[in-house]
């Protein structure tokens, strides 16, 4: 069985391509999801991972430097997008208004991911200070611990509005709870998500094996489904 640390923006896509390479090959894929800080931080302390794919390219760079991954396994596995979500009844006009949309007077909390640990939290805060928005806005955050729990905190009510992965926003069980405004790319650093094989890994040649599946076609499909995008070859 391999254990496999993921970044929380992929609780939906991996799962799907981890039963799909289980059914293909036998092989078993344990998922613990976080935010890729915290993950990382876990690995340095010892978590009996295999894999680790990160939401970034930093986490994985670091864990090289540190000895605990080899720089010869890190390949990039796709590019993530950040969405500004709302409720599926929430009156804020996302369509027209974008990300300007957050300045109306009912919203009071807005949720997202930690920036000290998630990608999307630091995406996030890039995308408000290009719209000049992250002043005004900056007293309303609610922080989750990672892109996931962000997305709760809107769900919940506990925030009106959040900024989550697109492919969480795409996720079935939650697709028809929201309505999103893909936030333009160019708006934030790349969100370049990179995978490691770590080196305390007993089963590095297995755990090499799923990380090559992942970028067959067949995976790339899954992956497109929930608004991933493929790295430039």
């Known amino acids: 069985m391999l254990v496999i640390a993921a970044a929380a923006d992929l609780n939906p896509a991996l ?3 981890g039963n799909a390479y289980e059914k293909k090959t036998g092989e078993k894929i344990l998922i613990s999801f976080g935010s890729s800080g915290a993950l990382a931080q876990q690995i340095r302390n010892g978590g009996p991972y295999d894999a680790f794919f990160s939401a970034d390219m930093d986490y994985p760079q670091q864990l090289i430097k540190s000895g605990e991954a080899d720089a010869n396994n890190l390949s990039q596995y796709a590019i993530g997008k950040l969405v500004l979500w709302v409720p599926a009844d929430s009156p804020l006009d996302l369509e027209h208004q974008g990300i300007k949309a957050l300045l109306d007077s009912s919203v ?3 949720a997202i991911a930690n920036p000290q640990q998630a990608p999307y939290g630091r995406a996030a805060i890039a995308a408000l200070k290009h719209a000049g928005l992250y002043d ?3 007293d309303k ?3 989750g611990e990672n892109v996931s729990q962000a997305a709760q ?3 919940s009510g506990n925030a009106q509005a959040g900024f ?3 492919a969480h926003a795409l996720a079935p069980q939650v697709q028809s709870k929201g309505k999103y405004w893909e936030v333009p790319p160019g708006d934030y650093p790349p969100l370049d998500q990179g995978v490691v094989v770590l080196a305390r890994s007993q089963y590095k040649t297995e ?3 799923f990380v090559a599946y ?3 076609k067949e995976a790339a499909d899954m992956l497109h489904k929930y608004g991933f995008t493929a790295p430039q070859k």
């Open 15 to 17: 799962k799907e391509i």
């Open 108 to 110: 009071k909390k807005i």
């Open 136 to 138: 005004q806005l900056a």
């Open 141 to 143: 955050f609610v922080v």
């Open 153 to 155: 905190f809107v769900e």
């Open 164 to 166: 989550i992965a697109l």
């Open 207 to 209: 755990a090499a094996a």
């Open 214 to 216: 992942l970028k067959t």
